[in-house]
């Protein structure tokens, strides 16, 4: 047959599916050796992968067929070892098979079984998965893993059994010792696990055995009940309810000191879940079995009947409406149910919401936005049409960004056209920017929304408030199309100037979207090359900024500019280059003469540049090319893993690392959980030796450990001072002064620093007083520094006199 249509029909034996693969896969797959030997008579390739980098051999581990596997092995066409783009070797595929004779096959002929898959699955997790028992039975005999051996998610081969939905595998597992009591990087347990599984025995199986409370939480705080709701299981959901698990779930984040390192959000309860799937049955079974609370609320302040709403199920809706939802709640942006079904999209959930009668059509959200803005959004030309029918206005204006519902459609050119016939919209209200839609429009790259509202009158000689014209904006398209509409219509001079004295060939070379053509267009229409901005920017200066290779080096090669050309704060193109972070854009100035002597208007070299940048790469480059160090540069801006590279560090920079009294500049510029590197620069730049920052880090890695380190280092100090920067910092230092973790036998200086950060809502007020009441009967805290404008009205007499505060 395969023979019958290459002749009869002159296919390419060699024509590629959707999936990059040609016949000879599926030739492969269905293990014919005569339909693969037929596909090669004819000239089917071997060399080819499809779109996962799965080779044939992949292919033959996968059929399990013993024959396909030996026809691809003693073709010698791959390594045995060969990887897909997961990194896994036909071993895996052949494992996932169930085959021991497939399996047998690949390990004669040495496939490694030390591999391990891009997400940290072992040969292990891979016959767990499997569900197939004398699999898993070969590879535990074969000593290659530890039972326990963990993939990058933290989850042991015990997981990937339970998901199989394999009973016996789970047991033999467990009988070789796998462990019950693991839990994986998102807190989630094997309980959790069955429910995603959704497989009922797997779950009465660990409920029977005991290991886990029914409402186990995760680090999401979601119980395993809400794993079998995503399953869709009816079964699953109706077990655990059995078994005592809640429909109401506890946000419990306020109970917890370290706000920065805690990621329990309340994100709804069951029934959110529930309705948000439109599974009536498990949405039916929670209220009535599990006695949910419909009109619970997440930490958007929506009920499930938002969700039911976003859904789209009129069903769904219904049955919440019967058992006591209400209608008249807002969500924490004061958008209504109304709003909701506008931005789904979903005409007949709109229909059957006005049809209800409980808002009006232009209902106002907090940002001033009806249900039009939403549905607009949403890009369904249906619900737009419904809600104009209905009374919907076109000329409110949010109070967000000053948008009517026209300026939002921008790309959508039925939506438009449905706002100006339909609405009367006005096509030239301006927004806060004094940008009509038209701006908008240019924007979005509809040469046909742009059409549309020119037509009905958009204006074209309309400037935006940063005097920027139409032109200005084409010339940010990503379309040179765009850019060439405007040319054409001659609205505009091609040198006209917004406010910066910038030309539309400005905005041009900054395009990260579209290449020199755009440029191109530009000149050859009279755009000239010789203009400076307000700043004494030239376009030489814009091209380095960007850091693209090809405008660059057009620019250079037109030789419209010096290569040391200044602007009015002195700095050349190669400032710019620097701070873009292409070291290939930085070789091309140096290449084209660029000098590296030059100081600008604040005296900084280009080595301070590239010190204060964020680029390691950039700052070893410059170092490579200057006998010298900006290490201590790289510190005050708080560059971590620069100052952590010790290839950057010759002998004398060792000696310049800052000391004790400047470690509250490094304290400055770490808010909440610290990184690896950043712990690393803390032990070093102390002026102490090396220590493994996995201590720190496994420790916290938060205020409390960075305290911890001082206590074991700082042994000579007198003083500990520690700058205060954000609320988040503070209390944590709070917390730990009221856990007793504070007392580590040295005096400390907390001092406030005058940051914005700690002016809001009273914060500011709050740290004076706490320090007060809570300090100043601990001999550990010798002083409390802060601004003097400060103090009044948060201190107190008593407080200013009791010789805890210093006024700086």
Not at 660 to 678: A, I, K, S, V
Request: glycine letters at 6%.
């Amino acid at each position: 047959m395969i023979e019958f249509w290459i002749i009869k029909e002159d296919y390419d034996v060699n024509v590629f599916d959707k999936r990059n693969r040609t016949p000879l896969f599926n030739a492969v797959k269905s293990g014919s050796i005569a339909a693969v030997i037929i596909l090669l008579t004819y000239g089917a390739k071997t060399d080819v992968v499809d779109e996962d980098g799965v080779t044939l051999l992949h292919c033959a581990g996968k059929s399990g067929k013993v024959e396909m596997l030996e026809f691809w092995i003693s073709s010698g066409d791959y390594d045995v070892n060969v990887q897909d783009k997961w990194k896994r070797t036909p071993l895996f595929n052949a494992v996932k098979s169930g085959s021991i004779e497939a399996l047998l096959i690949l390990l004669i002929n040495e496939a490694g079984t030390d591999v391990v898959d891009k997400d940290g699955k072992t040969l292990l997790h891979c016959a767990s998965e499997s569900g197939k028992v004398e699999m898993l039975e070969f590879w535990i005999s074969s000593g290659d893993y530890d039972v326990n051996v963990k993939d990058k998610k933290n989850r042991t081969p015990l997981f990937n059994a339970v998901k199989s939905g394999s009973i016996e595998a789970v047991d033999i597992l467990l009988t070789n010792g796998a462990r019950a009591d693991v839990v994986d990087e998102d807190g989630k347990t094997l309980l959790h696990c069955a429910g995603e599984s959704g497989k009922v025995e797997m779950f009465e199986y660990w409920i029977e055995r005991g290991d886990y409370d029914v409402n186990v939480k995760d680090k999401r705080k979601r119980t395993p009940l809400f794993d079998a709701i995503k399953s869709g299981s009816i079964e699953a959901v109706d077990i655990l309810l059995t078994n005592g698990a809640r429909t109401d779930v506890e946000d419990t984040h306020k109970d917890h000191v370290f706000l920065s390192s805690c990621s329990q959000i309340n994100e709804g309860t069951p029934l959110h879940c529930a309705s948000e799937t439109g599974n009536n049955k498990i949405i039916e079974l929670l209220i009535t079995k599990g006695k949910a609370d419909v009109n619970a609320v997440d930490k958007n302040n929506k009920t499930p009947l938002f969700n039911a709403v976003k859904s789209g199920s009129i069903k769904t809706v219904d049955i919440l409406l019967t058992n006591g939802a209400r209608t008249d709640v807002v969500d924490e942006d004061g958008g209504t149910l109304l709003h909701c079904a506008g931005e789904s999209g979903k005409v007949e959930m709109l229909e059957f919401l006005i049809k209800r009668g409980d808002y009006d059509v232009n209902v106002l959200d907090e940002d001033n936005r009806t249900p039009l803005f939403n549905a607009v959004k949403s890009g369904s030309v249906q619900a737009v049409d419904k809600l104009l029918n209905r009374g919907a206005r076109t000329d409110v204006v949010d109070t967000k960004n000053g948008s009517t519902p026209l300026h939002i459609a921008a790309d959508n050119a039925k939506i438009i056209e449905l706002l100006i016939t339909k609405g009367n919209a006005d096509v030239n209200a301006v927004d806060e920017d004094d940008k009509t839609p038209l701006f908008h429009a240019v924007q979005s790259d509809s040469i046909e929304a742009v059409d549309i509202l020119i037509t009905n009158g958009a204006r074209t000689d309309i400037v935006d408030e940063n005097g920027e014209t139409l032109l200005h904006c084409a010339s940010e398209s990503s379309k040179v199309e765009m850019l060439e509409f405007w040319i054409k219509r001659e609205d505009f001079d091609v040198n006209v100037k917004d406010k910066k004295n910038r030309t539309p060939l400005f905005n041009a070379v900054e395009n990260d979207m579209i290449s020199i053509e755009a440029v191109d267009i530009l000149l050859t229409n009279g755009a000239r090359a010789d203009v400076v901005d307000k700043d004494g920017e030239t376009l030489l200066h814009c091209a380095s900024e960007s850091g693209k290779v090809e405008m660059l080096e057009f620019w250079i090669k037109r030789g419209d500019y010096d290569v040391n050309v200044k602007n009015k704060k002195k700095r050349t193109p190669l400032f710019h280059a620097i701070d873009s972070g292409s070291i290939e854009a930085v070789d091309i100035l140096l290449t084209n003469g660029a000098k590296t002597d030059v100081v600008d208007k604040n005296g900084e070299t280009l080595l301070h540049c590239a010190g204060q940048s964020r680029n390691v790469e950039m700052l070893k480059f410059w170092i490579s090319k200057q006998n010298e160090t900006s290490l201590l540069n790289a510190v005050d801006s708080g560059n971590g893993e620069a100052v952590d590279d010790h290839s950057l560090r010759p002998a004398s920079a060792r000696n310049h690392l800052p000391q004790m009294d400047n470690l509250e500049t490094l304290f400055m510029n770490f808010e909440g959980n610290l990184t690896r590197e950043q712990v690393t620069i803390v032990y070093e730049s102390s002026g102490l030796s090396f220590v493994d920052s996995m201590v720190c880090l496994s420790e916290g890695p938060t205020l409390e450990s960075i305290l911890s380190m001082l206590n074991q280092k700082m042994i000579s100090a007198e003083m500990v001072r520690v700058t205060i920067r954000s609320d988040h910092i503070w209390h944590d230092i709070l917390g730990l002064y009221k856990s007793g973790n504070l007392d580590f036998g040295k005096q400390l200086c907390i001092e406030l620093n005058d940051a914005p950060a700690i002016d809001a809502g009273g914060v500011r007020r709050q740290i004076y007083t706490t320090v007060y009441n809570e300090f100043q009967c601990n001999k550990h805290v010798m002083l409390f520094t802060g601004p003097s404008h400060s103090l009044s009205p948060a201190c107190t007499p008593e407080a200013r006199s009791s010789g805890l505060f210093k006024i700086l």
